[in-house]
């Protein structure tokens, strides 16, 4: 950008309005244009050529060059080698989409560049990150007195919400802490409670039913033996949609138990939580309103870009307990009852990330995101209605919420062909380019899972999806 022989101010970082208004104007256009392609994308781009993947590795330049040829070669080398998950064929994994309103609020708040860490630096824009917290919270009809914190997604928020418990709950007694999970809870939480100094010879893994879900028995069970044993049962994980098979954990009843035993019952939301904001799907999720702790992912319910998290947490207090903390150099927060974010999280300077959800939220109101999501979940019955009757398919599980999962099973084949088959047709399905579809691994056995939530994906790739899974495991009957 600037040459050293020219004689040009080197320390000089600022633009010009005008070059400001050319870069921009520039990057704009290059990422609308790759919006308007997404859906001739293929579904997945070769993450193979390592050599061309390399490429992304250079050396720092001495001196800056110009950003044409730095666009040409993200655009059109790095970003296209890639899983496509911003397109309308990607039902792999959890997908989301990422609302291009977020990328406009991102773009407001890092040239704005205000400090939301602590209130009064910038009191109205903390207020709008309250709002979102606020919002989030009716939606899943927690209480007046519930705080949360936005973070770049589950797997940060569930660390705080294992940190914030455990200090709550067992102060200096660590080591007699025992925290309960089921075989389908996700792995982030066994990270998280290692990382929160919950060592795995303390962490139980409670079985679960016929359908996937925590077999309450058994929790109790387990909670009652390691009482006998002298231990603090501190900790119990439900999860509302499990990304395997998206099973949702009988939450209610487990919130029953961890009432009875004095435990915090944290409640894993981060795929399925924001189902809660269509009435109608209340039931399916009853009990969620009841967690000490829910983890939730605007980057997948909400349809934002990927490093959108949300934790809510009952008793704010806690919150606060745990990460409240002043320092004589900042500005001393007026009033306990302002939202003083550092106060609330383990973070102090941080992005201002309220700003991400609120303006997508102002910008479509919630009817739009209650429309969008209960779509998604008709979607997912239409696509499991249609694979489900195909032959030599067996499903594991129809779509609590928005995902389910199935296996090629040849009735005259032995498990091990079978998966070999199952394999193949996540493969074959995904190499046609026009959808992507993910497996996973289930007591030994292979399954292909299907998950809509792009609020990118409508009835057109369903269709696209059911013809591809049907073409593909049509052939595997073949070999
Ligand atoms: C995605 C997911 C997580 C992890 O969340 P991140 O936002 O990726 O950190 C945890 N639990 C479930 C059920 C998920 O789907």
Same mark, same amino acid.
């Not at 209340?282 to 319910?301: C, E, F, N, Q, V």
């Given at each position: ?62 001196? &800056? ?21 911003? &397109? ?84 200096? $007694? ?16 066994? %990270?998280?409670?290692?990382?929160? &100094? ?63 035993? &004095? ?36 980057? %997948? ?74 779509? %998604? ?78 609020? $990118? ?23």
């Amino acid at each position: 950008m600037s040459d050293a022989s020219s004689g040009e101010d080197l320390a000089d970082l600022e633009l010009s309005a005008d070059t400001m208004r050319e870069m921009g104007a520039n990057v704009l256009e290059r990422c609308i244009d790759h919006v308007a392609r997404l859906g001739e994308a293929v579904s997945c781009g070769n993450v193979h050529d390592i050599e061309a993947i390399r490429s992304a590795r250079l050396a720092l330049p001495e001196i &800056g060059m110009p950003i044409d040829p730095l666009l040409d070669r993200l655009f059109g080398e790095w970003i296209p080698r890639s899983f496509t998950t911003p &397109g309308p064929g990607y039902f792999a994994y959890v997908p989301g989409g990422g609302l291009y309103a977020t990328a406009l609020a991102d773009l407001i708040a890092e040239t704005t560049n205000r400090f939301v860490g602590v209130w009064p630096a910038a009191p109205a824009l903390a207020e709008i990150e309250a709002s979102v917290i606020d919002w989030i919270a009716q939606w899943m009809q927690f209480p007046s007195a519930a705080r949360g914190l936005l973070t770049s997604g589950s797997s940060m928020s569930t660390w705080i919400a294992i940190t914030t418990a455990r200090e709550c709950r067992l102060g200096t $007694r660590i080591r007699e802490g025992v925290a309960y999970v089921s075989r389908q809870t996700h792995h982030c939480v066994a %990270k998280a409670l290692r990382l929160a &100094g919950i060592a795995a010879d303390r962490v139980r893994v409670v079985p679960t039913d016929a359908t996937y879900r925590m077999d309450l028995g058994a929790l109790r069970d387990a909670i009652e033996a390691d009482r006998a044993a002298g231990l603090c049962p501190f900790f119990a994980v439900s999860t509302a949609g499990s990304v395997h098979f998206g099973a949702v954990d009988p939450m209610d009843e487990v919130a029953d138990i961890a009432e009875e035993y &004095g435990l915090w019952h944290h409640v894993d939301g981060a795929y399925g939580g924001f189902f809660h904001v269509v009435p109608e799907f209340r039931t399916i999720l009853r009990g969620l309103p009841r967690a000490d702790s829910l983890a939730l992912d605007p980057h %997948k319910g909400l349809f934002l870009p990927y490093g959108t998290g949300a934790l809510l947490v009952r008793d704010g207090r806690d919150l606060r307990r745990v990460h409240g903390a002043s320092a004589d150099y900042l500005p001393s927060n007026p009033d306990d009852e302002v939202y003083d974010i550092a106060s609330y999280g383990p973070e102090l300077s941080r992005p201002f990330r309220g700003l991400r959800i609120w303006l997508p939220m102002m910008l479509y109101g919630a009817a739009r995101f209650r429309a969008a999501i209960a779509e %998604k979940r008709s979607l997912a019955v239409l696509a499991h209605e249609r694979i489900a009757a195909l032959p030599n398919v067996r499903v594991a599980l129809p779509p609590t919420l928005s995902l389910f999962a199935f296996r090629i099973e040849h009735p005259d084949r032995s498990p091990e062909d079978n998966d070999r088959s199952t394999r193949d047709l996540i493969a074959g399905v995904t190499a046609l380019g026009r959808v992507m579809i993910s497996g996973c691994r289930e007591s030994g056995r292979d399954f292909a899972r299907v998950c809509v939530l792009s609020f $990118r994906s409508r009835r057109t790739q369903i269709e696209q999806l059911v013809a591809d899974v049907a073409e593909v495991a049509a052939r595997t009957g073949r070999t």
